[in-house]
Nanobody, 119 residues
Framework: QVQLVESGGGLVQAGGALRLSCTAS????????MAWYRQAPGKQRILVAD???????NYADSVKGRFTISRDNAKKSVYLQMNSLKPEDTAVYYC?????????????WGQGTQVTVSS
């Protein structure tokens, strides 16, 4: 069973920065994508950024140029560097790992970490 543990959330003023970390325990197959999602109060959970095993990345338009996703395969970890934070970035941020083997797909979620950006 894979467990994801997130850290790094908190309260920051607009314009500030935070770095989120997520580390997986358990077995993750080499074919995997690691991602960060966020969910603001009363809104749906949306993709913020993802990164494939080979390093290709994808970002939501709202965070392009401000957020950077990275990963350390040896540590089974994914990071989200968030710069120039805005109040609208306030949300619970969730780490997600999708790992695939043959025809099987496994989807794991962290417990979430709160990010609050004050104006």
């Amino acid at each position: 069973q894979v467990q994801l543990v997130e850290s790094g959330g908190g309260l920051v003023q607009a314009g500030g920065a935070l770095r989120l970390s997520c580390t997986a325990s358990g077995r993750i197959f080499s074919d995997n994508t690691m991602a960060w999602y966020r969910q603001a109060p009363g809104k749906q959970r949306i993709l913020v950024a993802d990164i494939a095993t080979g390093g290709s990345t994808n970002y939501a338009d709202s965070v392009k140029g401000r957020f950077t996703i990275s990963r350390d395969n040896a540590k089974k970890s994914v990071y989200l560097q968030m710069n120039s934070l805005k109040p609208e970035d306030t949300a619970v941020y969730y780490c997600n790992v999708v790992t695939r083997r043959l025809v099987f797909r496994y989807d794991y979620w962290g417990q979430g970490t709160q990010v609050t950006v004050s104006s």
